[in-house]
């Protein structure tokens, strides 16, 4: 038992690296788990930066009265995506297009290598949330609309992570890392305008849904503990007011009792302090633990933070069976993870750096790409490109050229960013070298458009800057006015016009594509995005993708586009249209840069 006589810092913290004060707090202060949040990297960021950093805190760790090896974590949600220099496969969203939950499994089994490697063995993915309104700036971390295709490529996506089972007192297995279903529960059907951040759209907003509907967010949950996950992390939400972080009833009863849940439920970003109940950081914090939250993810005050706790078991408001019962939660999933078989060695393990960016992990992502973009229009059979006839191609808009833009939010930062983010090959990359013969001119603002010269028009609209979480809630689905100037300046030319969507969600143009021939949505890609878009584009694949999404139902936009963007709408190919006149094979066998 633990008393607050003998107390430190209970082991049911989770510390963020960019808030650690001193590495010598990892001996002293009893911290369970540290993690890299969305831009706690390395002073250098690679995977060989992880692997020397997360080692270094395990030997502070160890240091420590009871010598507990530390859990490292972070938000791989799309590859290895904490580092650069990794494989970043489509995000969820995009995947949901594909929903091929086998094709889920191997992307997430190859995260699970990339990421094990450096040390980090828990991953906060996947989000099984079902979204209910596209507008959310969490839909493309999700798969879809629909609960059942969520929860299936969510059990495919925590199997792929975990492995196979592990003996609770085994060996490490090497390539496994423990997912961490998220967000419980309801995040992604929060009613519009109940959000509580920016312009209180969607984010962190409440759940107003019937009992049915309701349980149609809670199946992916179901499934997810059937499948075993490790951990589970709860939503910043709330459902009919009541804020999830201290929703004993939904914590404890339905996902324990009820689901029969055994393993970790972990808070979200320091969710306590956000509770509107309680009038004290001590209750704030008391009434999230006694809900059932076993791991506090403190980002910076974790000294108050035990002040608090020797505070709450003080006045009574937390009993230390409760401590003594998270305990042994986090203990439970090392032992599960295999860190006490041998607690001394590193937490990385190197001999997996070379399957990092492998010709098999970049072949793997290429595929995925492939059975990910959904073609939504192709009037008088424009696509697919023929690259033997093809002289000249004009190519326009930022997306064509930018990695940042084509992997998005969480991808080497939080945000994401635009640019040469990581290692990886955009869509003006991947057409030159597939279309050796092709004059392909480039201009971002659609400016020195030849109707003489040029044969096609490919235009990327991409959402600029990339965003995460509440910065992606939005108003409406409108292109960005540059991106709507852009395809002002190459439509009714009297040129056939491609137009490829780079963004988490279904964008809009002014005249609902009206002006446009072909419109392809490619989601948010990845590192191999270039690659697996050009080889849709060019026939040596054809669309299989399917919308995962629909528009939200109180959208104003014309029945043609409401239609067009259903949930399950897509085109695809003839046959005859197949070709593999490029030059560039169908699957990428060789490391790539920018």
């Known amino acids: 038992m633990t008393s607050p006589s003998n107390l430190t810092l209970p082991k049911h913290t989770t510390q963020d690296k960019a808030y650690v004060k001193d590495k010598y707090d990892l001996s002293t202060k009893g911290i369970g788990s540290v993690i890299s949040g969305g831009s706690g990297q390395p002073f250098e960021n ?24 530390l859990l490292y974590g972070g938000d791989a949600v799309h590859g290895m995506s904490l580092s650069k220099g990794t494989t970043l496969f489509p995000h969820n969203i995009g995947l949901g297009a594909a929903n091929n939950p086998s094709l889920v499994e191997a992307v997430a089994r190859a995260t699970a290598i990339e ?15 079902v979204v209910g309104d596209c507008r959310w700036g969490r839909t493309y971390e999700s798969f879809g609309d629909d609960a059942e295709a969520v929860t299936a490529n969510g059990v495919a996506h925590i199997k792929g992570l975990q492995g196979a089972a592990i003996d609770m007192w085994g060996t490490r297995v090497s390539g496994t890392v423990a997912a961490c279903a998220k967000h419980y529960v309801g995040d992604g059907g929060v009613a519009f305008g109940t959000g509580q951040m920016a312009e209180k759209l969607l984010d962190r907003g409440d759940v107003r849904l019937n009992e049915e509907e309701f349980k149609e967010h809670l199946r992916p949950y179901v499934a997810a503990v059937k499948a075993g996950v490790m951990s589970i992390m709860v939503s910043f939400s709330s459902v009919h007011g009541k804020q999830m972080h ?34 004290t950081p001590v209750e704030k914090l ?65 001999a997996l750096l070379p399957q990092i960016r492998c010709p098999a992990h970049l072949a793997l992502a290429r595929r995925a790409v492939q059975q990910s973009v959904v073609l939504l229009k192709n009037k008088a059979g424009v696509l697919p490109l023929k690259g033997v006839s093809l002289k000249h191609l004009f190519v326009c808009g930022k997306g064509a050229n930018d990695l940042g833009l084509t992997c998005g939010g969480w991808s080497t930062s939080w945000q994401g960013a635009s640019g040469a983010t990581t290692e990886g090959t955009p869509i003006m990359k991947a057409l030159t070298k597939a279309l050796p013969r092709t004059r392909v001119t480039y201009d971002v603002y659609g400016k020195g458009l030849d109707a003489t010269l040029h044969q096609v028009v490919l235009c990327v609209v991409s959402e600029d800057p990339p965003y995460a979480e509440w910065f ?22 009297g040129i056939p016009v491609v137009v490829v969507q780079l963004a988490g969600r279904p964008l809009l143009a002014r005249d609902d594509w009206a002006g446009t021939d072909a419109l392809l949505h490619a989601w948010l890609p990845g590192t191999e995005g270039g690659y697996g878009i050009a080889d849709v584009l060019l026939g040596h694949v054809k669309p299989v993708g399917r919308m995962p999404v629909g528009l939200p ?9 409401r239609q067009m963007f259903a949930h399950g709408s897509g085109l695809s190919y003839v046959e005859e249209d197949l070709h593999c006149s490029a030059s560039i094979p169908p699957i990428f066998l060789q490391r790539e840069s920018t």
């Open 553 to 561: 139902r109180d959208l104003p936009v014309a029945e043609a586009t």
């Open 246 to 279: 201290a929703h004993r009833e939904l914590i404890e009863g339905v996902l324990r009792q009820q689901m029969g849940f055994k393993g970790l439920v972990v808070s979200d970003w320091a969710g306590h302090d956000q509770l509107r109940e309680g009038s």
């Open 472 to 493: 992606g809630d939005r108003k409406d689905l409108a292109l960005s006015e540059e991106d709507q100037q852009v395809l002002d300046a190459v439509t009714h030319k």
């Open 46 to 69: 690679s995977p060989l930066g992880f692997c020397d950093m997360i080692d270094d805190y395990q030997q502070y760790a160890l240091k420590s009265r009871l010598g507990i090896p």
């Open 115 to 129: 990421t094990s490697c450096t040390g980090v063995f828990w991953a906060f993915a996947p989000c099984v949330a």
């Open 286 to 350: 008391a009434l999230c633990i006694n809900a059932g939250v076993d791991m506090i993810m403190i980002p910076e005050h974790y000294n108050a933070y035990a002040d608090h706790i020797h505070e709450a078991l003080a006045v009574g408001l937390l009993l230390p069976a409760r401590i003594d019962e998270a305990c042994a939660r986090v203990l439970r999933l090392k032992y599960q993870l295999g860190l006490f078989a041998s607690p001394t060695a590193p937490l990385s393990n190197r």
